[in-house]
């Protein structure tokens, strides 16, 4: 049997089973980011103290834009737009405007084999460099070995905007130098200056990448929308509901832990087009990102 219950001191979403292989914690002050996470008894993600959220956007939502817009300026339909320079050393916008929002519960359920969580985030009011309203759902489901995060984005406003869609999970490995990941591409993002995409090459189709002792900040045009990530005790399975998807991974600053980022597009996406797309007024837009264990 699942349970879910409310930590009122942190404002966090706690689910488990009664047999203690599965957990989840979702924060609806971080922008409904799920910042553990066990499935099979195996626990794949983990707080990252001392880190702070702040500069690590665990396991964040990302809208309107995943990853980063140079300088924060775009043009879009004949305008020309300004967003906030968040990451100051860079003087780049990053990673959109969810990830500290405050997320509502709209759906609460708990059976014997599964529990489902949807939060929502209404945004009634315009920014001079997002000059739209919008809503955005995240639904998490989590069952014995596999949890599914779904993003329904609805356009409230009377225009059409721009947008870009992410999540920004780090998983934990007992070796990371011991670890990989294997996924299907052709093309990697050339990216440039203060992590600014600038162009495309061409990389062999079927990538094994063998972490060993590399420094990542990296993403890839997948093929399709599988991807493994082998540890020395566990595999995770990604998938995706959408034909176009890119792979960002990042190696941050904390020993045996990967940001591992599923992506609708690529670093300054609002300049550069790969993976843009527009909603229209009332229009939805919906996704599923899905993860599995299998123990090794």
């Given at each position: 049997?699942?349970?879910?219950?409310?930590?009122?001191?942190?404002?966090?979403?706690?689910?488990?089973?009664?047999?203690?292989?599965?957990?989840?914690?979702?924060?609806?002050?971080?922008?409904?980011?799920?910042?553990?996470?066990?499935?099979?008894?195996?626990?794949?993600?983990?707080d990252l103290h001392p880190l702070e959220y702040?500069?690590?956007?665990?396991?964040?939502?990302?809208?309107?834009?995943?990853?980063?817009?140079?300088?924060?300026?775009?043009?879009?339909?004949?305008?020309?737009?300004?967003?906030?320079?968040?990451?100051?050393?860079?003087?780049?916008?990053?990673?959109?405007?969810?990830?500290?929002?405050?997320?509502?519960?709209?759906?609460?359920?708990?059976?014997?084999?599964?529990?489902?969580?949807?939060?929502?985030?209404?945004?009634?009011?315009?920014?001079?460099?997002?000059?739209?309203?919008?809503?955005?759902?995240?639904?998490?489901?989590?069952?014995?070995?596999?949890?599914?995060?779904?993003?329904?984005?609805?356009?409230?406003?009377?225009?059409?905007?721009?947008?870009?869609?992410?999540?920004?999970?780090?998983?934990?490995?007992?070796n990371l130098s011991e670890s990989s990941i294997?996924?299907?591409?052709?093309?990697?993002?050339?990216?440039?200056?203060?992590?600014?995409?600038?162009?495309?090459?061409?990389?062999?189709?079927?990538?094994?990448?063998?972490?060993?002792?590399?420094?990542?900040?990296?993403?890839?045009?997948?093929?399709?929308?599988?991807?493994?990530?082998?540890?020395?005790?566990?595999?995770?399975?990604?998938?995706?509901?959408?034909?176009?998807?890119?792979?960002?991974?990042?190696?941050?600053?904390?020993?045996?832990?990967?940001?591992?980022?599923?992506?609708?597009?690529?670093?300054?996406?609002?300049?550069?087009?790969?993976?843009?797309?527009?909603?229209?007024?009332n229009e939805e837009y919906s996704i599923v990102?899905?993860?599995?264990?299998?123990?090794?």
């Amino acid at each position: 049997m699942y349970t879910i219950n409310h930590n009122s001191e942190t404002n966090s979403i706690e689910v488990k089973n009664t047999k203690n292989t599965v957990f989840g914690k979702i924060y609806l002050d971080l922008g409904a980011s799920l910042q553990e996470l066990t499935l099979n008894g195996q626990a794949i993600i983990k707080d990252l103290h001392p880190l702070e959220y702040d500069s690590t956007y665990a396991s964040s939502i990302l809208f309107p834009f995943a990853n980063r817009i140079k300088d924060g300026k775009y043009s879009f339909n004949n305008e020309d737009f300004q967003l906030e320079t968040n990451q100051k050393e860079e003087r780049n916008a990053l990673h959109g405007f969810v990830f500290n929002k405050t997320f509502k519960v709209v759906v609460k359920e708990a059976l014997e084999n599964t529990a489902k969580i949807t939060l929502e985030y209404v945004e009634l009011k315009k920014t001079a460099g997002f000059p739209y309203t919008y809503s955005i759902q995240v639904t998490y489901i989590f069952n014995d070995d596999n949890v599914s995060v779904a993003l329904n984005v609805k356009n409230t406003d009377t225009k059409i905007f721009p947008f870009t869609l992410g999540w920004h999970p780090y998983f934990i490995s007992d070796n990371l130098s011991e670890s990989s990941i294997n996924f299907d591409c052709n093309q990697k993002l050339i990216i440039g200056d203060r992590n600014i995409t600038t162009g495309v090459e061409d990389v062999k189709s079927k990538v094994v990448l063998n972490i060993e002792n590399k420094q990542l900040d990296d993403c890839w045009v997948l093929n399709t929308d599988k991807v493994q990530f082998n540890t020395p005790k566990y595999q995770l399975n990604f998938s995706s509901s959408v034909k176009d998807n890119f792979l960002q991974a990042y190696t941050p600053p904390r020993l045996n832990t990967i940001a591992i980022e599923p992506t609708t597009g690529v670093s300054d996406s609002f300049n550069n087009k790969i993976g843009l797309q527009t909603l229209n007024p009332n229009e939805e837009y919906s996704i599923v990102w899905k993860i599995n264990i299998n123990n090794n």
